[in-house]
C-alpha cells in the first residue's frame, strides 16, 4: 500500500481518529452517529440493487409474492449492510484505541475488510453483483496508476480500447456457447435447434439450423433490440434519477433539466448497438450456416465489440476480465485435465464473499488515499453508503497529509 511509507507514520504521529474522522466529537458520540448514518447509508445504498430486481420482475407485479419478497430481501440487505456501513467507523476508532497510533494496514484496508464480513447475510446475488463491480473497479485503479508507457498509450486511445474490448468479447461469446450458460452479458447465446437427421425436408438438406423457429430473422432481430434498448434505457434511469429523488420532489424543473443533461446517451447506443450487431450478423452466418456455433459465436463477438466506441467506459472494460477468469475456470473444473490439490480447494472457497470483503477494503483504502486514481462511481457509492463520512476521512487525511491542518 501507498500508505506505507515513513511520511504516513510522521504526519499522523500526533492525530487521533477525532481530527481524522469525527472532530468535534467523542468516539463515544460519534459512534450514535454511525449507526444512525450507516442505517440511512445501507437504505440508500441497496435501494438501487433491490429496485432493478423488482424490475426484471415487471410482468408479475400483480403477485403479492413478488412484493414480499422485495421487501423482505430489501430489510435484509439494510441489516446485514448496516455492519459495513457503520461498522467499518467503529473499527476505524477501535483499531486507534487499541493501537494507540495509526497503523497503515489498519487505517482503512482492514476496518472497511471487517465491516464488510457480515455479507455472508447478504442476498448472494447482492454480493455477487457488487463484488465484481467493486473489483472491477480495482482493475481500473490498477490500470490508471500503471507506470507502463505502453498502456499509458493504451489509457488514451479509443481504437485500442475498443480493439481490446473486441477481442474481450470475441472470447466472451463462445465460452459461454461452449458452456451453455447463459450469465449476464449484452448479448446472449442461441441454442440452435437440432434438425432431425431423418428428415428429408429442404431445410434439413440445406443444413440450417435456425435458432428462432416460427419468426423471421427481421421479426427476431427487431424484438431482440427493442428489449435491449428498453434495458438500457432502465438502466441510465436508475442510475440518473434514484440519486436525485428529493431534488425530484423539491425542484421537480431543476430535476428534468439535469436528467437530460446528464443522460447517458452513449450507454443505451451500446447496448442497442451490440444487440444489433450481434443479432444481425449471428442471423446471417446461421442462415448460411458456414461456420459452427463456437466459430460464429467468436465472430458475432468480435463485431459487436466495436459498439464500445459509443461508450468507452472502465466498468465496461473490466468486466468481461473477470468473467472470463470465472467462465475459464468453470472449463478448467469441469475438463479431464489433472487438478492439483490447491484448484480444488480454491473451488470450495466461497471466492464471492471473500472477493467483496477484499474489493469493499480495498476502495475505502483507494477512495482516501488514492482519490484521484479512483473510479468517480466509487466516490458516489462510499460516499451514499457512509452518508458523506467517507467524505469526512478522505479529506482529514488530505489535509493532514499535505499539512494543512496543525
Known amino acids: 500500500m501507498g500508505t506505507l511509507s515513513k ?3 510522521e504526519a499522523t504521529r500526533n492525530k487521533t481518529c477525532r481530527d481524522m474522522l469525527h472532530p468535534g466529537c467523542t468516539c463515544f458520540e460519534a459512534g450514535k452517529i454511525y449507526i444512525w448514518q450507516g442505517l440511512i447509508g445501507a437504505m440508500r445504498h441497496y435501494l438501487p440493487g433491490a429496485v432493478t430486481a423488482l424490475l426484471f420482475r415487471m410482468k408479475h407485479w400483480d403477485d403479492t409474492e413478488v412484493w414480499r419478497s422485495f421487501l423482505t430481501q430489501y430489510v435484509r440487505c439494510i441489516i446485514a449492510g448496516l455492519p459495513m456501513t457503520a461498522g467499518s467507523f467503529h473499527f476505524f476508532c477501535g483499531f486507534y484505541n487499541l493501537f494507540g497510533r495509526f497503523s497503515a494496514p489498519f487505517f482503512v484496508f482492514i476496518p472497511s475488510m471487517l465491516g464488510a464480513c457480515t455479507c455472508m447475510w447478504l442476498p448472494r446475488s447482492i454480493v455477487r453483483t457488487q463484488g465484481i463491480g467493486l473489483f472491477n473497479m ?7 496508476r500503471s507506470r507502463s508507457s505502453t498502456i499509458a498509450a493504451m489509457r488514451n486511445s479509443r481504437l485500442a480500447g475498443t480493439l481490446l474490448f ?3 468479447s470475441a472470447a466472451m461469446m463462445p465460452t459461454q456457447q461452449y458452456l451453455q450458460v447463459n450469465r449476464f452479458w449484452f448479448a446472449t447465446i442461441h441454442k440452435d435447434v437440432e434438425q432431425d437427421l431423418n428428415n428429408n425436408s429442404m431445410e434439413a ?5 435456425k435458432h428462432h423457429p416460427g419468426r423471421s430473422c427481421l421479426q427476431h432481430i427487431f424484438g431482440q433490440v427493442k428489449r435491449s434498448f428498453y434495458f438500457g434505457l432502465t438502466i441510465c434511469l436508475l442510475k440518473n434519477v434514484l440519486p436525485r429523488i428529493t431534488l425530484a420532489i423539491k425542484q421537480p424543473i431543476s430535476f428534468l433539466r439535469i436528467i437530460m443533461s446528464r443522460f447517458d446517451y452513449g450507454l443505451i447506443g451500446f447496448f442497442t448497438c451490440y444487440k444489433a450487431l450481434f443479432e444481425v450478423i449471428n442471423c446471417f452466418l446461421t442462415e448460411n450456416c458456414q461456420f459452427n456455433p463456437l466459430t460464429r459465436s467468436m465472430i458475432t463477438g468480435f463485431i459487436s465489440g466495436a459498439s464500445y466506441c459509443l461508450y468507452p467506459n472502465y466498468l465496461l472494460f473490466t468486466y468481461p476480465i473477470t468473467e472470463l477468469i470465472e467462465l475459464y475456470w468453470m472449463i478448467y473444473m469441469k475438463s ?6 490447491v484448484a480444488m480447494l480454491l473451488d470450495r472457497l466461497p471466492t464471492v464473499m471473500l472477493m467483496y470483503a477484499f474489493s469493499i477494503g480495498m476502495m475505502y483504502h483507494l477512495r482516501v488515499v488514492y482519490p ?4 468517480r462511481y466509487c466516490h458516489k457509492l462510499m460516499d451514499i453508503g457512509t452518508s458523506g463520512r467517507s467524505e469526512v476521512l478522505a479529506r482529514g487525511y488530505a489535509e493532514i497529509m499535505m499539512g494543512y491542518r496543525d
Open 336 to 341: 479431464s485435465l489433472p487438478k492439483p490439490k
Open 7 to 9: 511520511y504516513f507514520y
Open 372 to 375: 484521484y486514481y479512483t473510479n
Open 205 to 209: 438438406e440445406k443444413g440450417q439450423c
Open 166 to 168: 473486441c477481442i474481450l
Open 138 to 144: 480495482y482493475i481500473e485503479f490498477l490500470i490508471k
